[in-house]
């Protein structure tokens, strides 16, 4: 373990460790009491299905723009993403931070108005319903249910990050603070809902703003003068340098880095944590707020890469890349600027593992439960809290295994597997559920198939070198199913003609 670097008293680094592990504590017990007021105070809201999924979409627009950027911007840009920064240098720094940064604003932009108007007048709670709603499919509707499980496998990503930077901190094993923050939020979110989950993600944005700015300004003293950085990098490795990385497995030329993440910033907004929360607001008026506050946060968050470059430059060693950060905190920051770093990572892992076991839990009750064979209304909304608990044992599961041995050097591999395959898979029923009301149910089916089945030939034969990448897995099936999509809309026009 890398110690913090603390002021030391008499004992030396122990006791270094025992304040910072005290503070955190303290830290961590002031953000549960809070979390725990909101959580009270939206389960008074929430009596039925529609108000744990979406609130009384009566929340101000500012909030849930924050509870957007929150959702966003999980642990994995604050912690994980930089240590890819890290490793492959300025390449990962322009996929991430301008490719797939430009593809999920604008995917927002385009995505958020439409999908709120559908959503509202189809009365939609979640994105299994909103598809087999407009494509009057039931058969979509269960296939996106299972699909959106691929959301456990971004759920392990936060926890497994979280748990690697507290384990430091607190002088706890790393499987231990896994399981404590999964019966965490498991409680959180059973008990809690939209409303309370909306409020605290807002308060956990303004957190995570406060975060971003001291880690940002730190890492960029760091690498200053910022002329040289490239040069400096340079030194280290000429690799680093440059805006693409031959020796990288995932920036190794101009598509990997660029046209890849453009794409799957473009289509990852269609997440089903993400995209719904346009439904949360109350009329289309507020999209345009909504939007402006998230996207701003947003590009603050994503200025947080840089640390990526800071720990390059100043780590005497560099670890493997989901220890990266925590490395470089443990040796930057004090006792007490590491408790206030490391509740910011909390926001930023929270924030997002809520939403997702939200939109899990919602999916349970409104898309799940009705399959059932006499299953009752009145019964969803328990049905889906304690389906839960599943949720967070399989989580669970999966930390321990990427805690021992992560995919592909880091655990945000494991987790693009995942989450990749089901917004592959959703970008040709929402997009042209909005866009073009001439395409047929059938086709769209068939595209959605194709995307699946591209993206896993693809990836489980391991076919091309670039295979490795669930990014070019996710650029492949894209392209595969909007091709069906454009084919099959020409022959109709044919046919029609």
């Known amino acids: 373990m890398i110690p913090c670097r603390a002021a030391f008293g008499p004992d030396g680094a122990e006791e270094s460790d025992m304040t910072t592990a005290t503070l955190t504590w303290i830290g961590l017990g002031l953000y549960a009491a809070v979390a725990a007021a909101l959580a009270i105070r939206g389960a008074r809201k929430t009596a039925t299905v529609a108000s744990y999924a979406v609130g009384g979409r009566d929340l101000p627009p500012w909030v849930v723009g924050l509870s957007l950027s929150a959702q966003l911007t999980s642990v994995a840009t604050f912690v994980v993403n930089p240590g890819l920064v890290a490793h492959y240098g300025l390449a990962a720094l322009l996929g991430y931070g301008v490719a797939a940064g430009f593809g999920i604003t604008v995917g927002l932009m385009v995505l958020s108005g439409p999908f709120r108007e559908t959503g509202a007048r189809v009365m939609a709670l979640t994105i299994p319903q909103w598809i087999g709603t407009r494509w009057e499919s039931k058969g979509?509707?269960?296939?996106?249910?299972?699909?959106?499980?691929?959301?456990?496998?971004?759920?392990?990503?936060?926890?497994?990050?979280?748990?690697?930077?507290?384990?430091?901190?607190?002088?706890?094993?790393?499987?231990?603070v896994a399981a404590g923050i999964l019966l965490y939020v498991l409680l959180a979110m059973a008990m809690g809902g939209a409303t309370a989950h909306a409020w605290i993600n807002a308060v956990q944005a303004i957190v995570m703003l406060v975060v971003a700015v001291l880690l940002v300004g730190t890492a960029v003293g760091q690498a200053a003068p910022f002329g040289g950085v490239l040069a400096r990098l340079a030194?280290?490795?000429?690799?680093?340098?440059?805006?693409?990385?031959?020796?990288?497995?995932?920036?190794?030329?101009?598509f990997e880095v660029f046209f890849c993440n453009l794409l799957v910033g473009l289509a990852i907004v269609g997440q089903p944590h993400i995209l719904s929360k346009a439904l949360y607001l109350a009329d289309g008026r507020q999209v345009r707020r909504y939007l402006g506050v998230a996207i701003g946060a947003g590009l603050v968050f994503m200025a947080v890469l840089w640390v990526g470059?800071?720990?390059?430059?100043?780590?005497?060693?560099?670890?493997?890349?989901?220890?990266?950060?925590?490395?470089?905190?443990?040796?930057?920051?004090?006792p007490g600027l590491s408790v206030v770093v490391a509740i910011g990572l909390v926001c930023a892992g929270l924030s997002t593992l809520e939403g997702i076991f939200l939109a899990l839990a919602s999916i349970l009750s409104v898309d799940v439960h009705p399959l059932l064979p006499g299953a009752k209304p009145e019964k969803a909304l328990r049905f889906g809290r304690l389906g839960l608990v599943a949720v967070a044992l399989a989580c669970l599961f999966l930390a321990r295994w990427q805690l021992a041995h992560p995919t592909g050097g880091s655990v945000a591999i494991f987790a693009q597997y995942g989450i990749y395959l089901l917004f592959t898979a959703s970008s040709v029923p929402l997009v042209a559920g909005m866009f073009l009301p001439r395409a047929r149910r059938g086709a769209v089916t068939l595209s959605a198939a194709v995307a699946v089945a591209v993206y896993v030939a693809a990836g489980t034969l391991k076919l091309g070198t670039l295979s490795n990448n669930p990014a070019v897995l996710a650029t492949w099936g894209l392209l595969a199913s909007w091709a069906v999509l454009g084919a099959s809309l020409l022959l109709q026009g044919r046919r029609e003609g």
């Not at 296939?143 to 930077?165: K, P």
């Not at 030194?235 to 101009?254: E, Y």
């Not at 470059?309 to 780590?315: E, G, H, M, P, W």
């Open 309 to 334: 470059i800071a720990a390059r430059l100043t780590l005497p060693e560099l670890p493997r890349i989901d220890l990266v950060v925590p490395a470089w905190l443990a040796g930057t920051f004090g």
């Open 140 to 176: 979509l509707r269960v296939a996106f249910s299972g699909l959106s499980l691929g959301l456990l496998a971004f759920a392990t990503l936060i926890v497994v990050a979280l748990a690697l930077v507290l384990s430091r901190l607190l002088g706890v094993p790393a499987e231990m």
């Open 235 to 254: 030194a280290v490795n000429p690799s680093l340098a440059t805006a693409v990385n031959p020796g990288s497995p995932f920036f190794r030329n101009v």
